[in-house]
Structure formats: C-alpha cells, structure tokens
C-alpha cells in the first residue's frame, strides 16, 4: 500500500487530484469509479480546475459510482447523482450517457442490483476506484457485517451511517434507511483504489482497516489483500496509524 501523508484537507485534495488525474492523461478512455461524501469534495474542485485549466479531458472517461439512496431520484438534492452532478460532472466535458449511478427510484432491489453489476460489467470493470471510509469502517455502504457482500446489493444503513449523513439533511427521518452499493468484491476488482481521508475523527477507523485483522466486522480492512491501494490522508486522519505500523 503506498500511503500519501499530506499537511492537511486541500493537500490530500490535490494529492487525490493529481492521481486521478494521471489515470486520466494516461488512459484518456479509463473507467473511474467515484464517491461522494465530504472527503472527495477538494479532489472534485481540484479535478474542475485542471479542467478549466485545459489540463484534463473527461470527453471518453466512464465513470460507475459506488452507491446511491434507495427511493431518491436523481433530482433530489440529497441523491448522489445529484451530488456528482453538481460537485463534478456538470463543470468538465464527461458525457452524462457514461456516468452511471445506481437508479435509486428503481423499487425491486433485485432489479436494480442486477442492472448496477451489469453496467460494471459492461465498461470493463473499474480503472481506478476512489473510495472514502466511514467512521464504522464501511466503504461504499457496505456496512460491518457477518461477511462480505460481493456484488452490488441494497442495505439497511447502521444507525452510525444515519447519524453522520444527517449533515446532509433536514433532519434525521429524512435520511433514507436503504441504499444500492457495490459490493466488496466490485470494489475489490477495481484495477487501482484511491482512499481519501481526513480528519482526527477517522484516525482510529484508519489505524484499525490498515492495521487490524482483516474481518468484515471492518469492511474497509478487505482492502489490505488488494494489491494497487493508495492512501491519501492528512495528518491528523493518519496519526495513529504510524504507531500501529
Ligand atoms: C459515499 C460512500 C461512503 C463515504 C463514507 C465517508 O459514496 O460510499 O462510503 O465515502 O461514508 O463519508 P465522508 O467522506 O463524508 O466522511
């Protein structure tokens, strides 16, 4: 695992940016697969920049998102098609028919699973994932659990997940309960993952997914057995995990 160790928010940002940007300029037509979440905002505007800049050219990349809301469409303001579309997609040249998030108004999981692995399949597989972690140590919304889920599947979110996306909301009964997300085994096929974090508030979650046993009680742990992850982190979200190393 290579670790980035930055000063603080907007240099892990553009520690981030500068590694998606190279899977971009390296491979003009790369699969992304992309989060939402606080931690990957400064990579987004980043990434806007560079756009703006003429640095970066969006107009062949695919990108396939991790997870959205179960029951929002993607005009709500809280749906992470929303999101992406209003932190990232809306300011750079990608074609909206190649980004691809899970169709939250699509009522039969099943239906909806299906379809999500299906596109996966049918770009290719992912190029590079970026992936934040949750304080429980979730990736995507796959929550800790008895096992792994493998392939995109619809959760019930831990009350931990509710209780930190209610920021997002009015109030808490209006988080959705359920959600799509790739599973672990989506994530785990990705060729490159890029996991961003910050913040002293995730340094014990990061010191026990990179440190820890790997267990699905930690799902983020899985990603000590892929072979191409970079850490980017700030210091404060990194500092305990020196002294587990
Ligand atoms: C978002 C996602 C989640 C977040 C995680 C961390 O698409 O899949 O796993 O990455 O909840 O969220 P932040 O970055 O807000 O701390």
Do not use: W
Not at 32 to 48: F, K, N
Not at 87 to 95: Q, S
Not at 117 to 127: A, E, F, K, L
Request: charged residues 25%; proline residues 4%; hydrophobic residues 40%.
């Amino acid at each position: 695992m290579k670790i980035f160790c930055e000063k603080d928010y907007q240099a892990a940002s553009r520690r981030a940016a500068n590694i998606i940007s190279a899977m971009i300029i390296s491979k003009p037509d790369c699969v992304l697969g992309l989060a939402t979440g606080s931690s990957p905002v400064g990579a987004y505007e980043y990434l806007v920049k560079r756009y703006e800049a003429g640095d970066l050219d969006f107009s062949l990349v695919t990108s396939v998102n991790l997870d959205e809301y179960k029951g929002l469409s993607g005009d709500n303001g809280q749906s992470y098609r929303y999101f992406m579309d209003t932190h990232l997609f809306n300011y750079v040249n990608i074609r909206k028919d190649h980004t691809f998030v899970p169709d939250g108004l699509e009522p039969d999981s099943q239906k909806a699973c299906e379809a999500y692995n299906q596109i996966i399949r049918s770009v290719g597989g992912v190029d590079l994932q970026l992936l934040g972690l949750g304080h429980n140590g979730h990736i995507g919304f796959n929550e800790p659990g008895d096992f792994f889920e493998k392939e995109t599947h619809c959760v019930d979110l831990a009350a931990s997940t509710i209780e930190a996306n209610k920021r997002f909301f009015e109030k808490e009964e209006d988080v959705p309960r359920q959600a799509y997300t790739m599973g672990i085994q989506n994530i785990m096929f990705a060729r490159k993952i890029l996991i961003v974090v910050s913040g002293e508030a995730k340094a014990d979650i990061v010191a026990k997914a990179f440190c820890g046993p790997i267990t699905p009680q930690v799902p983020a742990s899985v990603l000590q057995l892929h072979k191409d992850v970079t850490l980017v982190g700030d210091q404060a979200a990194l500092s305990k995990l020196e002294k587990s190393m």
